[in-house]
């Protein structure tokens, strides 16, 4: 329920970017990554995005949204890497155990709570045509 | 088409430096601040008000926050209790953010206080993804949910240290086995600490303190 308010900071935050770095043509796609450990719906972060990006110089842009699995690292024994899923009739998500696999000490989160822009896909505009934008 | 590359703005990233910024302003005040979380109607409040009682007992200075959709309700029971205290009300938006409490925090008297309770939007779901800077962090869930609770909402069980599972007084009214919610905490958090409590009685609210690194 909150992905409008996740959706308008990546806006400005891309926004932001492009004006300290332009880009020369129209960014088609905006490539996400998104932590499992986020109760995010993907559909409506897509639609937030679509709708506040409107009258910007990212109107048409898509998201293209990559989900990222937990990753930890043991306090105990330094373990780092994917962690085991509560699985099985009745659990709605694949839930991580959170906790070390090799000796079972507390983890820290090294990934899976991530929300961030990774890439974006430019298409150049072709020679002599006016961007829209800035007439 | 090209493909650029950036390195930029994880959103996420930016919400934990504000909580980090919060957990400073706090920690040069001396104060303990704990994040309650829970569905509406959990028991977060009464509970609040359990453990400040017992904590003020002690000698200790409590206040307390009541972050809300709208409505000052539970920020009135706070002060009727004489607690220093302030209200967010996030105006739809169904959690509290880092940002938000640090404009509270900046008005609140944190001088005056040891422990402060932040009570969160209640929502077992959209808070999981904001830290708010408090050293502690709880889920209420009361077993009038339903005893499957912890299956239909397992990140913010597996991201939280210390569960309470309040209103035990009507686990048989309802019908429901608040085992079954220990153990499937047990099973996305095996290093988490759990609470049976019944806030009205008072029962359990004790274990609870202790849970939370308070009884001392």
């Given amino acids: 329920m909150h992905e409008y308010s996740l959706a308008h900071s990546l806006l400005q935050g891309l926004l932001e970017h492009l004006e300290r770095e332009p880009v020369s043509g129209r960014v088609r796609k905006v490539h996400v990554r998104q932590g499992e450990l986020l109760i995010l719906s993907q559909q409506a972060l897509k639609e937030a995005w679509h709708i506040l990006t409107e009258r910007t110089p990212l109107a048409g842009s898509e998201l293209e949204i990559e989900r990222v699995e937990v990753r930890v690292r043991c306090r105990s024994c330094g373990y780092r890497g994917p962690v085991p899923r509560v699985e099985g009739e009745g659990w709605h998500f694949q839930a991580p155990v959170l906790s070390c696999p090799r000796c079972g000490g507390r983890v820290e989160i090294e990934e899976g709570r991530e929300l961030a822009i990774i890439a974006l896909t430019v298409e150049e505009a072709p020679a002599g045509e006016v961007d829209p934008c800035d007439s | ?216």
Avoid at chain 2, 26 to 43: C, Q, T, Y
Avoid at chain 2, 50 to 60: F, K, V, Y
Avoid at chain 2, 150 to 172: C, G, S, W
């Fill in chain 2, 1 to 216: 088409m090209h493909e650029i590359r950036t390195g930029f703005g994880d959103v996420l990233k930016r919400q934990l430096e504000l909580a980090e910024r919060n957990y400073e302003l706090l920690a040069d005040h001396g104060v303990r601040a704990v994040n309650v979380m829970g569905a509406i109607g959990s028991g977060k409040t009464t509970l609040i008000l359990r453990l400040a009682e017992r904590l003020r007992a002690r000698g200790l200075r409590v206040g307390a926050i009541a972050g809300d959709v709208a409505g000052d309700d539970d920020f009135k029971k706070f002060q009727a209790a004489g607690l220093p205290s302030a209200l967010i009300n996030t105006e739809d938006q169904c959690h509290l953010d880092p940002h938000r409490v640090r404009h509270a925090l900046q008005e609140f008297p944190l001088a005056e206080v040891d422990v402060l309770f932040v009570e969160n939007v209640g929502n077992l779901v959209c808070p999981a993804d904001f830290p708010l800077g408090c050293e502690q962090e709880v889920v209420v869930i009361s077993v009038t949910e339903g005893d499957d609770m912890v299956r239909k909402h397992p990140k913010i069980f597996a991201q939280t240290d210390v569960v309470t599972i309040n209103k035990l007084d009507l686990a048989e009214v309802v019908g429901v086995n608040p085992q079954r919610l220990v153990e499937d905490y047990r099973r996305v958090n095996p290093h988490g600490r759990v609470v049976l409590t019944d806030a009205k009685s008072g029962r359990g609210v004790e274990e609870l303190l202790s849970a939370l690194g308070l009884a001392e």
